[in-house]
């Protein structure tokens, strides 16, 4: 009992700083402000006959994605007979998760039998892309999850400090190890993609410019002032690559990145008609740790 009176050892600095991080990709909202989905004043509503799953950031969760297939699927079954299923994934299936060679995989080997499926490009999948090209990014690129990535393909890390020589060996055996299917479907990948009143990117947009006239940039990276704007885009925008406690409705936006990489959570919007609803695969704990 006296062991558990000791006041917590302080953190290591690495420990800070991954709390740091961690912290600081959960949006912390200053005024909530849910509301109804609408386009041009009206209930957004997606084409009749029609029902949309839309998921998450999966971030080399294959495990949850498994899942949520699963549960798609099973929903799915419950539809009228001869709806027209379209899944649309909004991006980053890389990075983070221990797991990115695999989700490629399933859903390139085993997608959802009897859906259309859209893969929408995120700013994630953009930078392995950029890595095989440049490897001056690989330090930033590591920092940010693509050491993962690398663990996935069975590239080894080792401690080398910012030298060149070592991004160029990585992005060697990279470019060796990786399946040309992969490299393939990762240019592929979609910027958008529109379904009734509804728009699908990664990111989100930028509220001052026109939706045709979006900047590549943006539809992969932006965060403010996209979240916190109240305009009417003339579409709802379906965007991830923010994490969120729990999926963000809004009058003019659905965001649905709910951090599965850390969470266990990896989310799924269903639109039907004028009604939407989510699918998750819950709170089924972090993933495990790159040694």
Request: aromatic residues 8%.
């Amino acid at each position: 009992m006296v062991e558990s009176l000791r006041p917590p050892a302080r953190p290591h600095p690495s420990e800070r700083r991954s709390l740091t991080l961690l912290r600081s990709l959960f949006r912390r909202t200053l005024e909530d402000w849910p509301s109804e989905p609408t386009a041009d004043g009206q209930p957004a509503r997606v084409p009749p006959g029609v029902c949309v799953y839309a998921v998450g950031d999966i971030h080399g969760r294959a495990d949850l994605l498994q899942i949520l297939h699963r549960q798609i699927a099973a929903d799915a079954a419950l539809l009228t007979p001869g709806t027209d299923k379209l899944v649309i994934y909004v991006g980053d299936y890389v990075d983070r998760g221990l797991e990115s060679c695999r989700v490629l995989d399933l859903l390139i080997h085993q997608p959802l039998e009897e859906f259309r499926a859209v893969y929408l490009l995120g700013n994630h999948d953009a930078w392995l892309l950029s890595f095989l090209i440049d490897a001056k990014i690989g330090p930033t690129w590591l920092r940010y999850g693509g050491d993962a990535t690398l663990h996935s393909y069975g590239v080894r890390l080792r401690p080398s400090g910012d030298d060149p020589r070592h991004f160029e060996a990585l992005q060697a055996e990279l470019r060796e190890r990786l399946p040309r299917r992969h490299v393939e479907f990762l240019e592929e990948l979609e910027l958008s993609y529109e379904s009734g009143d509804y728009l699908f990117v990664h990111a989100g947009v930028r509220p001052s410019v026109a939706l045709d006239q979006q900047a590549v940039d943006d539809l992969l990276w932006i965060r403010e002032p996209f979240l916190s704007s109240r305009r009417d885009f003339g579409k709802v925008i379906v965007h991830g690559h923010t994490v969120e406690a729990e999926p963000a409705v809004r009058a003019n936006r659905i965001g649905i990145d709910t951090g599965a990489c850390w969470t266990g959570c990896l989310t799924c919007l269903v639109l039907e008609e004028g009604s939407y609803r989510f699918l998750s695969t819950g709170a089924r704990g972090p993933a495990p740790r790159l040694e």
